[in-house]
């Protein structure tokens, strides 16, 4: 009974972290959409779809995710090709 219980608490944990990953995924497409049409990163976070879906922890993690660096790395790259450095 009690190894029961520990397997259905096993499984339960396994199923909330793949929620959690897709959630996470979903937010970082979000963001790298947003990026892309031209806003500003810091705006785009404090977003209600993205505040309302992650914590603390995981917007950190997105801000250290490496497609959303590379999303920032070439609109920079443009901005200086262009001398536009006028940042939505």
Do not use: C, W
Not at 26 to 55: A, C, M, Q, W
Not at 56 to 80: D, G, Q, W
Request: proline share 2%.
């Amino acid at each position: 009974m009690a190894e029961d219980q520990g397997i259905r608490r096993i499984i339960k944990e396994l199923f909330e972290d793949l929620a959690d990953d897709i959630v996470e995924e979903r937010v970082i497409n979000y963001v790298i959409r947003e990026l892309h049409i031209g806003r500003n990163i810091s705006t785009v976070l404090k977003d209600p779809y993205v505040v309302n879906r992650l914590n603390e922890e995981k917007i950190k993690h997105i801000k250290e995710n490496p497609h959303i660096l590379e999303t920032v790395e070439k609109e920079l790259s443009k901005a200086f090709k262009t001398r536009d450095f006028k940042f939505k």
